[in-house]
């Protein structure tokens, strides 16, 4: 393991006996104080899908001497345990990530293996998944990550009564549709379009959408580049000012800053008929889904975030989460096992296990599956759009590094609460 | 000083022999404990709190994020906190929180705590009441408020016609509002409880004699019931303090130190700083800035209050 | 006190109840009624069905180990500082000297240190000794936080053993920790039940050793279950505040068996 600093060396060095003398007392706890031998822990984002990564793991320790151990943590503490355990002894074996920017400083400093052996022993690692994923946990010509899971695109759900009953036929296609709607339901008091601002994350959906639209994906790029006079520009700002204008057309009420999507309080009002509207990932189905199956099937409707007239951006890009990934830690005592692991992220079983619960991984078999899909309508739907693609950008938190995370989720939190303004945002965006 | 403060407040006596010989007068010190006995705890506190707090000064002087080693970094990270808008912005939201805390609190309280006092049998079924916000936890509590203040579907939404749009956490006004509220209704129970202990305590006579002199329940209470409380006061009011610096947890959950950073108290602000930016240098520069506040502010109201030479409020607390 | 009326005291007491009292209700009521009624009816009405699924749902979803967690950190807590501070506190009032009076005020001082501040140096501590994630590596700086107040509380009550007692012991010949368990515990039997009820609340609260020292569902302590819950249950309003009402449980059942000595024990606190 590497050594997890200096300072930690000190006050361990002239407390571990100190300590000691009080354990003494104590006996052990549950948990896992130190790691038994053929022993490989996994740390996994937590939530429900996590059913699957468990079934996966039974099947690999069925027949392995190296036993796999799923160590689940909570989704929303998960960046930030990781990145604390990161350096540790309590290093997990195999990581989750999202690729880019989730994992740079980790490869910066040395603490992930290139899995560039691995591929060449076995070049299906590599082959079996769709190419523009694979390359999002590519760094510096290295590969570092295994897809896994699946792909979340973000996408324009509505609530199909809702727009029926407002006299809205389509799903808005152009912006000036979108912005037509939004008075519509704004006039019969609906409010247009839900949005959990007080996760934050809801709210950089828009940013990541307009910017795209607008600019076109290179601006992103060159700003995550290093190129910061790219937030300056002309187009930055225009997207800036159509965000503003629907902010203050009432797309969102006036209490979004109060409402949650992970407590619910989001889809609530697109299920419950009181928000016509969301741009939400597709798991916006899945939380939909167990809460009100039916309303999931029947009503919930779902479009590509509409077209921009005039913008640089192709209508068919999209923006989310291009996919889940696998990493090895570097110290890890096992990576002929953690190999082996890797290679059931292509299998038959997998992919199957994946799509029933309603995520699409992305390997070039997925398609063969669809039709297992729990939806299989919204499965095609979804991985053609992710096909089609000629652009999917990663969500702006993921692909910068964790540490910016706060600063941008507080820009686009202030920026669309009035707290900031145009100038304001591009400062803080600047100073990344 | 250099006597205990158990001893000063009785006769002095002749230091006795040492530990082991028979004692033949009585008060010896024969038959009192060395430090030693003191020692354990006094360890175990210093491992988990004092050599801490000497590596989180030490690593407010570096750079670090968690992977490899801390860089030294001379005095960058104090030199950025003091520039840091958030910074210091999130002292004076702390120090708004702790005021408006003790503000709300400590009249209700003392209101609350005296009337309890009383014997009545509807004061005991009532107090029995006002005291379940004290079984429930801090998390318990704030993921409660969370879902009865949900603008769409909790409380707010039925009574639109005190809440308007909801909106109650999407202003800064309104979450500092919540936070402030919350707070009181968290911890009133608990010090009410402190003077209704207290408020038993005050010998009866006291108010007999007021009486006979025409005092009204109101001179009363002014008069006899508050400079009896007085030494409550204070142990409330540092209670108060400390909690209110620390305070972490609902501001996490409710507000998320939001909007904005419009509830990002320093407490947060570190943590946020520590584990969501991983910048643990300048993580722990705030931290040391937290200690010190606190310690001022313990060290303020000891001295105003004369606490420490208080017999009584020192065995109270 | 005096049993004349006070109307205004009174009023206040009613209003206040109605603020304390609402959210309990809207809490229970909740956790009765489906998610889908829970939403149709908004939060003050009345329930008109009845169900446990909500409880069931919650226990299912794995309460019941975080029950578990908390119950051994709270023992465990109240079990170390039960250890620690009696001597401590009998060193700190019957001692002359003068290191025991300097522990004294670092104590004093210890108070002022918030748990907070400390939490990156502990988090690599209790990761080199390999407690992370282990509930011993929860019970350990909790207990060492909890350590000031209780200490200044023990010592107060411990101060008013009259010196004549101990001076009885003393011409028995009594050691000094004869005279400790002879004189001192049995005389301190309120103070012991102060901080075992403040170290137990502490304990059963904690909060933030527990977020950065564990991680996985097998340590899990019921505050960081509810935190999780928060966006693991969603939407579902009443499975949550199911939660919220069985993290409660315990604390309820020891106040209801151990009422006199949980409020005189917090009372105990605010001085005489």
Known sequence: MNNHGWVARTIAGGAALALGLTMAGCSGESGASSRPENELHVAMYGDAGNVVEQKMIDAFNATSEVKIVLDKIPGGEYQSK?????????????????????????????????????????????DAFLPSVFETAVIDGKAYGIPMRGTQPVMLFNNSKVLADAGISNPPATWDELLEDVKILKDKGITPIALGAGDRWPTLMWFEYLYDRVAGEGLFQKALEGDTSVWESEESRKALGML???????????????????????????????????????????????????????????????KIDGGKGNEDNLVGNTNNFYSVHKNTRYPEAARDFLKLMYSDQFVQEQVAIGNLPTTTNTEKFLDKAADPEYAKYQFNLVKEAPSFQLSWDQAYPPEATVTILTAVS?????????????KAMQSL | MTTTLANRRRPERAGGPEKGRPARRGGSSSSRPGFVWALPATIFFGLFALVPLVAVAVLSFTSWSGLGDPKFVGLKNWEALFEDPVMLQSLWLSLLFIALGIITQTPLSILLGVWAAGNQKNRAILSAIYFVPLLLSSAAISVLWRALLDPNFGIPGQLSWLFGDGNLLGTQTGAIAVLIFVGMWQ?????????????????????????????????????ITLPQLKNSIITSVILMVVGGLTTFETVLILTNGGPGTGTTITAFHMYQEAFRRFDFGTGSAIALVLVVISTAISFAVVRVSGYDKMRSSMEGL | MKTRPNYLAGAGAFIWLAIVAVPLYVMLSATFQTRAEFGDNGPLSFPSSFTLQNYVDAISSGFGRYFLNTVIVTLGVVGLVLLLVPPLSYAIVRSQSRAATAIFRLFLLGLAIPA???????????????????????????????????????????????????????????????????????????????????????????????????????????TLGLFNFQTQFGINIPGLLAAVTLSMVPVLLAYLFARRALVQGLMGAGGK
């Open chain 1, 82 to 126: 990781l990145q604390t355990i990161m350096d540790t002894p309590t290093a997990p074996d195999i990581f989750f990530n999202w690729g880019g920017g989730s994992i740079k400083s980790f490869v910066d400093a040395d603490l992930v293996l290139p899995l560039d052996d691995f591929i060449k022993e076995d070049p299906q690692l590599k």
């Open chain 1, 244 to 306: 503003r204008e629907l902010v203050d057309a009432g797309a969102f009420g006036t209490n979004f800053d109060s409402v949650k999507f992970t407590d619910g309080g989001s889809p609530a009002l697109l299920a419950s008929g009181k928000a016509g509207f969301e741009l939400m990932g597709s798991w916006e189905y899945s939380t939909q889904q167990s809460n009100d199956a039916t309303f999931a099937a029947e009503v919930l409707g779902y479009s590509e975030f509409p």
């Open chain 1, 414 to 426: 202030q920026f669309f609460s009035g707290q900031i303004d145009e100038d304001g945002f591009i």
């Open chain 2, 187 to 223: 911890f009133t129970p608990f010090h009410t409880l402190i003077y209704q202990g207290a408020a038993r305590q005050i010998p009866p006579v006291l108010y007999q004699a007021a009486s006979i002199d025409g005092a009204g329940t109101v001179r009363q209470f002014f008069s």
């Open chain 3, 116 to 222: 907070q501040a400390v939490i990156v140096p502990v988090f690599y501590l209790i990761n080199t000794v390999g407690l992370y994630d282990n509930l011993l590596g929860v019970i350990l700086p909790t207990a060492a936080f909890a350590l000031p107040i209780c200490t200044i509380i023990l010592s107060g009550t411990m101060r008013d053993i009259t010196p004549d007692l101990y001076e009885a012991m003393a011409m028995d010949g009594a050691s000094p920790a004869r005279a400790f368990l002879r004189l001192v515990l049995p005389l301190s039997k309120g103070g012991l039940s102060t901080i075992a009820v403040f170290s137990a609340l502490q304990a059963w609260n904690g909060f933030l050793f527990p977020l950065i020292l564990t991680q996985s569902e097998s340590t899990r302590v019921v």
